[in-house]
Every structure is written in C-alpha cells, then in structure tokens.
C-alpha cells in the first residue's frame, strides 16, 4: 500500500507504484489504518503518533537519542521501532547509514564549487583551474566515508586536495586509494591550522561515533582564511566540527562569519532526493525482505543487525544507550 504522491519529490510517479501491483491510498491515516508494517524515511512526526498502533512495526530513521518526545511518544503507542541508524553488522558498521554519507560527502564539492562562485558571494574560484592558473585548494577534515567520497570527487575536479585523520590505519587505506592530487595527512591542530592558510574550500567530515563532534576549526582560526573561501560542515548534524557552525537548511543554506561562508545543512541528501531515494532503497529492501518473510521476532531472532535495529518493541526500550539517555528502563 503505498500513499498517493509519496514518491512525487524523488520523481517516482503513483502509476509506476499501481503497475507492479501497489494500493494506492489517498492519505498516510489509510496507510498508518490498514498495515502491520510501515516503511518511511524520516522518524514519526507528531501528527502520526496518534495513527500509530499496538503491535504495529515502524522501520525507519528515528534518532531517538536526539528526541525524548519522540521516544515517550513511541513507547506509548505500543508499537515495535526498528530504526534504519542503529542496524550494524557484525563488524560494527552501519550500512543504512553509509549510503547518505557517501551521498553528502559527493555533494559537499558540488556545493562548494557552486558557492565559491561571486554570485554566490565565494571568492570566484573555479575548482579545476585552467591551464595556467593553480586549481582551488580543497581541505577535507575527516577521512571516513563523507570525507573520502569529497575528496574522490574533489580530485576527480582536477583541485589540489587534502584529506586529514587521526586513524593511522584508516590514513594507510586512503594513501593506498587516492589519486595522486590528494595529500593524506594526520589531522592534528597544526596541520589544520597551516592547511586553512591555503584552503578555498573546507570539508568538514570527522564523526566521533556517539559524541557530539569535536571543534577542530576556532573562530580565531577563520582569520587565516581567505575572505571569500567556504567551509561545508557536513558533520552538523553531530554538532559540526567548525566553532562557527549551526544548522541551516536548504531553504536558507548558508551564512557569513568573519568573511568566511558557511554552509551547514543538517540533511544535505534531502536535496538529491533521487539519488538518495534510490540509495536508500538498495540498502533498506533486503533487511525488508527479511522482516516481512519471517515477521519481525523471528527475523530479530536469526540476524543480529536486525535485532540490533529494534529500539523499542511493544512499548518496551530494548536498545541500552536509548534507555541510558533519558534514563528510562531497559
Ligand atoms: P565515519 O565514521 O565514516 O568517518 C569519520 C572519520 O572522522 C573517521 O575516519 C575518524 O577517524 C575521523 N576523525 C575522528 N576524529 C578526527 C579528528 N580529530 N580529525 C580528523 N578526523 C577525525 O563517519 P561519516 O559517515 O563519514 O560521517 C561524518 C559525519 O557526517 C557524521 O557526523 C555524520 O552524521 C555526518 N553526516 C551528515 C549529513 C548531512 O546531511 N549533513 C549526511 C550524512 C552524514
């Protein structure tokens, strides 16, 4: 059953839904009515929590950890929360949330070329250079997967790029993949500071997971920057890694500091929302696929990320640092 206009903004029409054998239904209540399952994007939003129903499964992004009213409103409804973020294998990552990483860290050059334009009040730069003129100076602080796709594709712009990390391991790696207009270098605050002299365009992309990201970029810092030059903080949505950083969203993306842009969206794939959706879908339909064929106890009893994903089942918290954060039980 699928809501009617549900995948207009990812361009997906209703008749391509009705051709493979979909119901269309007209509102979400019809939807929230009738399933025993409910596939989403975002987590619940106010106006759904009273659809939501005992013995119903939800399987979406939820963050509960940022919302103790998304939480309390969850638990009340009774319904079983299994939450895209939190399904990690057994080596520890998180493949639902991979796919947006790799598409924010792509996009972060897209829009750093398009504000280091003088339109859009950059210092009219153009990332590849031309022959004879030096490329823009691209610093990517952060070499996990945002960080990695920006520096890919920054290189693939022909710009003189840095990638900075303190993982040696995961330096090795990059050193190992990268082409050879990117510097791996070991992020410490002398490098950082040296590297914003020169850069036209900052990345920031470190994530320390379960903690509110560390500030590697001061305010003091941002007078070694070029006037005109642009910071994307993709890591806001963990509290950015840039002093100067808040969240803005696509409808009023960025802002200046000390003449210093800043674009700090805390959902950048929603702009690309095709790729994204399509990104999404490849990763969440298996796990689907799973849930619907043995329902969600049995799935959770023979996969592991499954039941790593159940945060809350039948108004119950089953996931320990949920429970730890708004010290409710577990
Ligand atoms: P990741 O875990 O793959 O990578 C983080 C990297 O940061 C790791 O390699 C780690 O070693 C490195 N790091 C830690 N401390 C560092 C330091 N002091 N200096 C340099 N590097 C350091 O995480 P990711 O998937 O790349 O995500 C990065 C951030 O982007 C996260 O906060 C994530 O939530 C965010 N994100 C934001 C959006 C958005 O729309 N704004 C979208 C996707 C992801």
């Known amino acids: 059953m699928v809501q009617r206009s ?46 939501i129903r005992p013995g119903q499964t939800v399987f979406t992004y939820f963050h509960f950890a940022a919302s103790r009213e998304l939480t309390e409103a969850m638990l009340a409804t009774g319904a079983t929360s299994v939450a895209y973020e939190t399904l990690a294998d057994d ?29 859009q009040m950059g210092r009219g730069i153009l990332l590849g250079g031309v022959p004879g003129v030096a490329p ?49 270098l070991f992020s410490d605050r002398h490098t950082i ?17 379960g903690a509110k990201a560390p500030q590697l970029v001061r305010r003091e810092d941002l007078s070694r920057m070029n006037p005109g030059s642009v910071i994307i903080d993709v890591a806001i949505d963990q509290g950015g890694c840039i002093e100067t950083s808040h969240p803005t969203s696509h409808a009023d993306p960025t802002y200046i500091v000390d003449d210093v842009l800043h674009y700090c969206v805390t959902n950048m794939p929603g702009a690309v929302g095709r790729t994204s959706t399509f990104a999404l879908c490849n990763v969440t339909l298996p796990w689907l696929l799973r849930i619907v064929e043995h329902g969600i106890e049995k799935a ?7 039941a790593r994903a159940i945060n809350l089942y039948q108004g119950e918290i089953t996931n320990e640092p949920v429970a730890q954060t ?3 039980p577990f």
Do not use: C
């Open 6 to 51: 549900a995948g207009e903004g990812s361009g997906l029409i209703d008749e391509a839904y009705a051709e493979v054998g979909a119901t269309l239904v007209d509102t979400a209540a019809e939807v929230f009515a009738q399933a025993d399952l409910i596939i989403k994007v975002k987590e619940p939003q106010p106006s759904e929590w009273p659809m």
């Open 91 to 119: 080596q520890g990552r998180l493949p639902l949330l991979t796919p947006m990483s790799e598409v924010a860290g792509r996009m972060s050059i897209q829009e750093g070329a398009k504000y280091l334009e003088k339109p």
């Open 136 to 184: 823009a100076h691209i610093t990517v602080i952060g070499g996990g997967v945002v960080g990695a796709n920006a520096a890919k594709i920054a290189a693939g712009f022909q710009a003189s790029v840095a990638i900075l990390d303190v993982n040696m391991d995961r330096l090795r790696y990059l050193d190992d993949i990268m082409p050879a207009n990117v510097d791996v």
């Open 193 to 209: 500071r040296k590297q914003l002299e020169r850069a036209d365009l900052v990345v920031g992309a470190v994530l320390i997971p």
């Open 300 to 306: 959770a009893a023979v996969s592991a990320p499954i």
């Open 326 to 328: 708004f010290d409710l």
